[in-house]
């Protein structure tokens, strides 16, 4: 069966500081790879998203990049976090349009 | 342009009552899937029903049940006899083949529901 996991669940970082989190698929290949975002109090917000190793499409200009440097993994990166990149962060996998979407656990970022 | 609304931002409900939380989806597409997640306070999100533009039977699953209407783009959905373990954020969400970011979801901003006892 697939699985997905992410970590770390919970950050605490300072201002000016970088930011890796990584999420891993297992069970499947090729998936489809997503990066979302939840304000507090709002509603997700579509970050980023991989069709393939190496494919990375952007939604929204903003201090994060994504990568995807093999095919089950997916890392969302920040060299200097900002107070506004504070949210909860959710990776998820698709294999394809139709099919159902499977959400990791998410990873609770405050910036301070 | 792809578009989910969710027009109730809080609902307040009594145990044992009935609660119907609006969905409302815009696109040009012709093939699309609509879907519910629950996020309860943990935040890990549940799926809970995909429904593709083809069908528009109802579907009932327990207390749960949908209504999909093409004609006025919604894609209802209502709890039947609330218990305190639904409170939790509803969210609906599209998924477009003209959707610009390939087949990710689209959300709605989300109904927070609470029920008492």
């Known amino acids: 069966s697939q699985t997905i996991h992410q970590w770390p669940a919970t950050l605490v970082q300072p201002v000016g500081s970088p930011l890796s989190l990584e999420c891993t698929v297992e069970?499947?290949?090729?998936?489809?790879l997503y990066w979302y975002r939840q304000a507090a109090g709002r509603g997700l917000q579509l970050l980023f998203y991989?069709?393939?190793?190496?494919?990375i499409s952007s939604e929204v200009p903003q201090n994060l990049s994504a990568s995807r440097p093999q095919d089950r993994q997916f890392i969302l990166s920040s060299k200097k976090l900002l107070l506004s990149d504070s949210g909860f962060y959710l990776c998820?996998?698709?294999?394809?349009?139709?099919?159902?979407?499977?959400f990791g656990s998410g990873t609770r970022l405050t910036v301070v | 342009a792809q578009k989910v609304t969710q027009a109730q931002t809080e609902i307040s409900v009594v145990e044992k009552e009935d609660v119907t939380l609006d969905c409302v989806y815009e696109?040009?597409?012709?093939?699309?899937?609509l879907f519910w997640y629950k996020q309860p306070p943990s935040g890990e999100l549940v799926f809970l029903i995909r429904?593709?533009?083809?069908?528009?039977q109802n579907e009932i699953s327990g207390r749960y049940s949908w209504n999909f209407q093409k004609s006025t783009s919604s894609f209802n959905f209502t709890i039947t006899a609330s218990q305190v373990v639904d409170s939790a954020v509803y969210f609906c969400?599209?998924?477009?083949?003209?959707?610009?970011?390939?087949?990710?979801?689209?959300f709605g901003k989300g109904t927070t529901l609470s029920v008492s006892s």
């Open positions: 429904r593709n533009s083809f069908d528009e």
């Open positions: 998820a996998w698709s294999e394809g349009q139709g099919y159902g979407y499977t």
């Open positions: 991989s069709v393939g190793i190496g494919q």
């Open positions: 069970g499947t290949s090729n998936p489809n």
């Open positions: 696109t040009r597409d012709t093939t699309y899937y």
């Open positions: 969400a599209l998924s477009a083949l003209a959707n610009q970011a390939g087949t990710a979801l689209i």
